[in-house]
């Protein structure tokens, strides 16, 4: 049996231990939180940027080389030729910057594989068909433009909206992480105040009821001795605060129980004292 103030002190601690798992269970899962938040706002949306960038570029190129076709002069070619090489300046650009936000070696490696290689398919094809407008072959160049250039720079999109579509599923499904994360934590939040609030309860109706019947017990002895009833021995199984309490009733009630013996004792010496003088 624990004592009234060993059970007080016990529910500090199991108190103070539910506390520190609440903050340490919080910390980790919020980190966790943290950590999906900076992927989906940083890292996710920085690569769908880079890639709507990407698609937007390799777009204008396409359109520049099909307006070079038109063009009357060299000049002209020549400035819509080094606004396709410009344009693939910034490409090459938005890649490298891509390459340093993918985090593991697979995601590397396959980037290199289908883009870069698809890329190192195509710019050679677009490469030759301005060398062509430069020398002034106009037909060859349009027809190489229809055969393999547009194929080509087709086969570019479709993987850039194949990995945006990608992208955006990747951030949708993290996003979605978040709120599951942000919604298991306010769960668990909820359900620890309310076990703590149970066994709060729980413990105040234990120690209540505790002084109930330890004052009740207290209560009773100290009526039996106003009675003069001293017979009834003062029992305690329990050790707790108010065993000193009974015990000292206890001591009284002996002491008393002694000075009632000796007063009656003496009662009686007096009154045989009595009879035998009269």
Same mark, same amino acid.
């Not at 990995?163 to 949708?172: F, H, I, M, N, V």
């Given at each position: 049996?624990?004592?009234?103030? %060993?059970?007080?002190?016990?529910?500090?601690?199991?108190?103070?231990?539910?506390?520190?798992?609440?903050?340490?269970?919080?910390?980790?899962?919020?980190?966790?939180?943290?950590?999906?938040?900076?992927?989906?706002?940083?890292?996710?949306?920085?690569?769908?940027?880079?890639?709507?960038?990407? #698609?937007?570029?390799?777009?204008?190129?396409?359109?520049?080389?099909?307006?070079?076709?038109?063009?009357?002069?060299?000049?002209?070619?020549?400035?819509?030729?080094?606004?396709?090489?410009?344009?693939?300046?910034?490409?090459?650009?938005?890649?490298?910057?891509?390459?340093?936000?993918?985090?593991?070696?697979?995601?590397?490696?396959?980037?290199?594989?289908?883009?870069?290689?698809?890329?190192?398919?195509?710019?050679?094809?677009?490469?030759?068909?301005?060398?062509?407008?430069?020398?002034?072959?106009?037909?060859?160049?349009?027809?190489?433009?229809?055969?393999?250039?547009?194929?080509?720079?087709?086969?570019?999109?479709?993987?850039?909206?194949?990995?945006?579509?990608?992208?955006?599923? #990747?951030?949708?499904?993290?996003?979605?992480?978040?709120?599951?994360?942000?919604?298991?934590?306010?769960?668990?939040? %909820?359900?620890?105040?309310?076990?703590?609030?149970?066994?709060?309860?729980?413990?105040?109706?234990?120690?209540?009821?505790?002084?109930?019947?330890?004052?009740?017990?207290?209560?009773?002895?100290?009526?039996?001795?106003?009675?003069?009833?001293?017979?009834?021995?003062?029992?305690?199984?329990?050790?707790?605060?108010?065993?000193?309490?009974?015990?000292?009733?206890?001591?009284?009630?002996?002491?008393?129980? #002694?000075?009632?013996?000796?007063?009656?004792?003496?009662?009686?010496?007096?009154?045989?004292?009595?009879? #035998?003088?009269?």
């Amino acid at each position: 049996n624990f004592s009234i103030s %060993a059970r007080l002190y016990l529910v500090s601690l199991v108190l103070i231990a539910a506390l520190t798992a609440l903050a340490i269970s919080n910390w980790v899962q919020l980190g966790q939180v943290h950590e999906l938040a900076r992927s989906a706002g940083t890292v996710k949306v920085l690569q769908l940027e880079l890639i709507a960038s990407t #698609e937007l570029k390799v777009t204008q190129v396409l359109s520049d080389m099909r307006q070079a076709l038109v063009m009357r002069t060299a000049a002209d070619t020549e400035l819509a030729a080094q606004g396709i090489q410009a344009k693939r300046a910034q490409i090459s650009k938005n890649d490298d910057d891509y390459l340093k936000e993918i985090t593991t070696q697979q995601g590397r490696d396959a980037f290199q594989r289908d883009w870069l290689q698809l890329q190192a398919v195509t710019w050679p094809v677009a490469v030759a068909n301005i060398d062509m407008l430069r020398e002034g072959k106009a037909d060859e160049a349009k027809a190489m433009m229809i055969e393999k250039t547009i194929p080509a720079f087709a086969r570019m999109q479709e993987w850039l909206g194949a990995a945006r579509a990608a992208q955006g599923k #990747e951030l949708g499904t993290e996003v979605e992480a978040i709120g599951t994360a942000v919604d298991s934590i306010r769960l668990y939040l %909820a359900g620890l105040v309310a076990a703590i609030a149970v066994g709060l309860l729980a413990f105040s109706w234990s120690i209540a009821r505790t002084l109930r019947l330890r004052v009740t017990v207290s209560q009773e002895v100290a009526d039996r001795v106003r009675e003069g009833d001293f017979t009834v021995v003062v029992q305690d199984p329990v050790r707790d605060e108010f065993s000193p309490l009974l015990q000292s009733l206890s001591t009284m009630q002996a002491s008393l129980t #002694e000075v009632v013996g000796t007063v009656r004792a003496n009662a009686d010496s007096v009154a045989t004292a009595s009879a #035998e003088i009269a």
